[in-house]
């Protein structure tokens, strides 16, 4: 039972099977009916189970989160959404370690097939050349596909504050402290899969397609690790000016943590808000110089989720939400 959102952190702090899954929707759907929420549950592709707290069809905001957790990984996904060729380096290393694996796997599964080879009459060299002509492909495209399917599926992480606890934790505070009159405006969704890439939320865009449209996103994806809160526009908000300075209503500095809206130089975020034609990906980022980066996601040391800035959000998202002037 959820007294508090961030009771999260220790009863269902892994969300991976569909029993883990199905315990944290009871229990989220207990304490939002206490709050006086209507709560359902939508199904989408895959298995995706979407949870979504007031009505979609009356809404002009999402507050969004996924509460999916992702499977463990030797080394953190590194992401610096502002410098794409940091970015793209590290994921080119990760694939590149990825084949390399894979033509490893190739080699030793070379020998074993070279040797029952032998045991039916043929020598060597004629395994051998079994092997490359014939066999060495597909093992390697094989083991680059099971490599790549563990890294989606395989053994759960156990720490997941970060990612994404905290946009969870956040949005059930943003909707603990939205006043009852202003409630109407705002449908908070968790979506399901996002680990495996964006799957709920694109069950949910295509259920909800006509209301999307216009609705502003605001998707909530590990906030909880450092001190620089941004927010990343897609590029239809970006190309709408009204919709995009009003998120300055949002901005602010908070001692040395600061809220910002990212407008300048190219920029990614891979989250839900890319399903949205007004989505707005927001994350915590640590900065070394000039460089902002998240890492320890996706790993055993993802274990911070900063109190503050939980409540930097719900501040600044509930006030944005209710100074709309639109009734």
Not at 113 to 121: D, N, S
Not at 137 to 163: E, Q, R, T, Y
Not at 250 to 271: D, I, Q, R, T
Request: charged fraction near 20%; proline fraction near 4%.
């Amino acid at each position: 039972m959820l007294i508090d959102p961030l009771d999260i952190l220790e009863q269902f702090p892994v969300r991976k099977t569909k029993a883990q899954k199905a315990a944290f929707r009871t229990a989220v759907r207990v304490y939002a009916e206490k709050m006086g929420y209507s709560v359902s549950v939508e199904k989408g592709s895959f298995g995706a189970c979407n949870m979504l707290l007031g009505n979609p069809e009356k809404a002009r905001y999402l507050v969004t989160a996924h509460y999916d957790t992702c499977a463990r990984m030797l080394f953190p996904n590194l992401i610096t959404p502002c410098n794409m060729l940091p970015y793209l380096g590290y994921q080119f290393l990760l694939m590149l370690m990825i084949a390399l694996c894979s033509v490893a796997l190739a080699f030793l599964e070379a020998v074993v097939l070279a040797g029952i080879t032998m045991l039916f009459g043929r020598n060597l060299g004629d395994a051998w050349v079994i092997f490359v002509g014939l066999v060495a492909p597909g093992l390697i495209w094989a083991n680059v596909f099971l490599l790549i399917l563990l890294l989606l599926i395989g053994p759960s992480n156990k720490k997941n504050a970060n990612d994404n606890t905290s946009g969870v934790v956040t949005l059930l505070e943003i909707a603990r402290t939205m006043p009852e009159n202003q409630r109407h405006k705002v449908c908070f969704v968790l979506f399901d899969l996002e680990e495996a890439g964006l799957l709920g939320s694109g069950s949910y865009r295509r259920r909800h397609r006509k209301t999307t449209e216009n609705q502003l996103v605001l998707n909530l994806d590990c906030v909880g690790d450092g001190d620089n809160l941004r927010m990343f526009p897609t590029k239809k908000l970006f190309r709408d000016r009204q919709k995009l300075t009003s998120l300055y209503k949002a901005c602010g500095y908070f001692g040395k943590k600061s809220l910002l809206v990212h407008e300048k130089g190219n920029y990614v975020y891979p989250s839900d808000q890319k399903n949205f034609p007004y989505g707005v990906g927001i994350c915590a980022l640590q900065k070394k110089k000039k460089l902002l980066y998240m890492s320890r996601i996706h790993t055993s040391k993802d274990t911070i989720l900063d109190e503050t800035n939980v409540n930097i959000l719900r501040a600044a998202l509930t006030t944005f939400i209710c100074c709309d002037e639109v009734n």
